[in-house]
């Protein structure tokens, strides 16, 4: 009889934990998802479910706070998107962005502005 060491040896370990997880029904589907889809799975979500995601494994944790996803959730969320929001995203990020009340966030945008004109002059 064949041990599972020897199958180990062989094939490698990896492969025979897959296989004996699928044996055992012990397989995580989403896991093996691209990125991609899992992204547009996660924007269906109410924010509370995005921040229990994240709180799943490492994998979510970097979907639910990436850039990429925030940046979609801001699109959704907003009537346009002006190039200073653009701008401003690459200096702070899409998800501080979303969190950011829309008094400050003009503010943030006028003085990026104004900051930007003083180099020019």
Same mark, same amino acid.
């Given at each position: 009889?064949?041990?599972?060491?020897?199958?180990?040896? @062989?094939?490698?370990? #990896?492969?025979? *934990?897959?296989?004996?997880?699928?044996?055992? =029904?012990?397989?995580?589907?989403? $896991? &093996?998802?691209?990125?991609?889809?899992?992204?547009?799975?996660?924007?269906?979500?109410d924010l509370e479910? @995005?921040?229990?995601? #994240?709180?799943? *494994?490492?994998?979510?944790?970097?979907?639910? =706070?990436?850039?990429?996803?925030? $940046? &979609?959730?801001?699109?959704?969320?907003?009537?346009?998107?002006?190039?200073?929001?653009r701008a401003l995203?690459?200096?702070?990020?899409?998800?501080?962005?979303?969190?950011?009340?829309?008094?400050?966030?003009?503010?943030?945008?006028?003085? &990026?502005?104004?900051?930007?004109?003083?180099?020019?002059?």
């Amino acid at each position: 009889m064949i041990t599972l060491f020897r199958i180990a040896t @062989v094939l490698g370990d #990896s492969i025979v *934990s897959y296989t004996l997880n699928l044996c055992r =029904s012990n397989f995580d589907y989403l $896991e &093996r998802l691209p990125d991609a889809l899992l992204l547009y799975l996660i924007l269906y979500l109410d924010l509370e479910d @995005v921040a229990q995601l #994240s709180q799943t *494994s490492r994998r979510f944790e970097k979907l639910c =706070s990436s850039d990429a996803l925030w $940046e &979609r959730i801001v699109e959704n969320s907003c009537d346009t998107i002006t190039p200073e929001m653009r701008a401003l995203s690459k200096e702070v990020g899409w998800k501080q962005i979303f969190f950011t009340n829309k008094l400050h966030l003009q503010m943030q945008i006028r003085r &990026r502005r104004q900051t930007s004109e003083n180099l020019v002059v």
